[in-house]
């Protein structure tokens, strides 16, 4: 329910209780029986609605809580698949690097760049991830020219 309605009816049920504590302390003499009785099981359903609408809202409020969770879980396993397979990949890269000692280590960032993403596309609408893997595609990008400068200081002329 809205903030409003909420309020309302909190305020209707605090009316309803100073009305049953004014009846119970004016005794049987200022309102006749009917009416003090009426009056005090109009208060015990308003109590009892008043208790009932709290539960309902507490659970309403536990399931959105559950959902939340839900979502937090799957959008952290969907980033523990892309993490492991950025593992599997560095260590595909790390074993082609050793076989062949005469690649050139540009080319080889040039390959990981590929393949970070190729993951990243297939990430599809998983903001963190992306971003993640952006962040990785930026470093790599910043070593591959610090690779370039330092092979062109090294070079003679």
Do not use: H, N, W
């Not at 903030?3 to 003499?29: D, E, H, K, N, S």
């Not at 539960?55 to 799957?74: F, G, H, K, N, P």
């Amino acid at each position: 329910m809205k903030p409003f309605t909420q309020q309302a009816l909190r305020a209707l049920i605090a009316v309803l209780l100073m009305a049953g504590l004014y009846c119970v302390a004016a005794g049987a003499g200022a309102l006749p029986g009917r009416v003090q009785s009426g009056a005090l099981i109009v208060l015990g359903l308003a109590i009892l609605f008043g208790l009932l609408f709290r539960r309902v809202s507490s659970e309403d409020r536990i399931a959105d809580l559950e959902a939340e969770l839900c979502r937090e879980q799957s959008a952290r396993s969907q980033a523990d698949q892309a993490l492991a397979e950025a593992d599997l990949l560095l260590a595909r890269m790390a074993a082609r690097a050793s076989g062949d000692c005469s690649g050139d280590p540009a080319g080889q960032l040039v390959i990981i760049q590929a393949e970070l993403t190729q993951i990243q596309q297939r990430c599809g609408g998983d903001q963190a991830i992306r971003a993640r893997l952006e962040l990785l595609r930026s470093r790599v990008d910043r070593l591959g020219a610090s690779l370039r400068a330092d092979s062109r200081a090294a070079e003679p002329g």
